[in-house]
């Protein structure tokens, strides 16, 4: 278990914030270590709770590393503190995204995966919020760079979200298109998202439009599957 933070300059290079991210829980392999993921939590939850989920789960070949957000104001709870990836407002193309949030917990989740053994495969999922997240690390891996321009370090391998949604979409066609190196990423990037039809905290037509988005954009070896419930 392990606390870290992160500081990083905003856009405009005018100021910083700081994000103290939160406790990090890790599910070792009970069997030969083939692959690490990096599983995130939703709004409001911790690492905790996945990592006794993971741990019970029948994949004795896999590291599990259950990391925690920070806490800080969420525009969408009304500026209520809480444990969050990055802010966000109304779900929405329209909504601005958060960069420096978006690049400062994709960073924190690289720095883990860095440090792997090189012949273990490495890859991302998340639930909800968490799957934002993973999804945003999947376009920052394609891109070469975060946000901000800063390289993007890992190689992954795969990518999961279930019941997620995909930030910082507007623009995301034309930045992998204009790159051959960026599309080739893309197109072989495996892809699993998974959405409830009656999902009403982030509803399945958001969902459903995200991996369309990311289609439309190059991650053509990309998975959605749908399910009846939440």
């Keep these: 278990m392990s606390y870290s933070h992160y500081t990083m300059a905003s856009g405009s290079r005018t100021g910083r914030r700081t994000f103290e991210f939160g406790r990090t829980y890790v599910v070792r ?7 690490t993921i990096v599983w995130l939590h939703g709004l409001g939850d911790n690492g905790s709770s996945w990592s006794q989920l993971l741990e019970s789960l029948p994949l004795p070949n896999i590291k599990w590393i259950c990391p925690t957000a920070p806490t800080r104001p969420v525009a969408l709870l ?13 779900l929405s193309e329209e909504s601005p995204d958060d960069w420096e949030g978006l690049d400062a917990s994709a960073a924190h989740i690289a720095n883990f995966l860095s440090t792997e053994p090189s012949d273990v495969k490495v890859g991302i999922g998340g639930f909800s919020m968490g799957a934002a997240m993973a999804l945003y690390s999947a376009t920052a891996c394609a891109l070469g760079r975060y946000g901000n321009g800063i390289p ?14 995909l930030p910082g979409s507007r623009g995301l ?12 990423r893309a197109a072989s990037l495996p892809i699993l998202l998974s959405h409830g039809t009656c999902d009403d ?8 439009k995200s991996a369309h988005s990311l289609n439309i954009a190059g991650f053509w070896n990309l998975t959605f599957k749908n399910y009846e419930g939440p």
């Design 201 to 208: 905290v982030v509803p399945y037509k958001i969902g459903e």
């Design 29 to 35: 392999p009970k069997g030969k270590h083939q692959a």
């Design 173 to 184: 066609k034309n930045k992998i298109q204009v790159s051959n190196e960026a599309a080739r």
């Design 152 to 165: 993007y370090p890992i190689n992954l391998r795969a990518v999961v979200g279930l019941s997620g949604w």
């Design 78 to 90: 009304g500026g209520f503190p809480c444990t969050a990836w990055f802010d966000t407002g109304e």
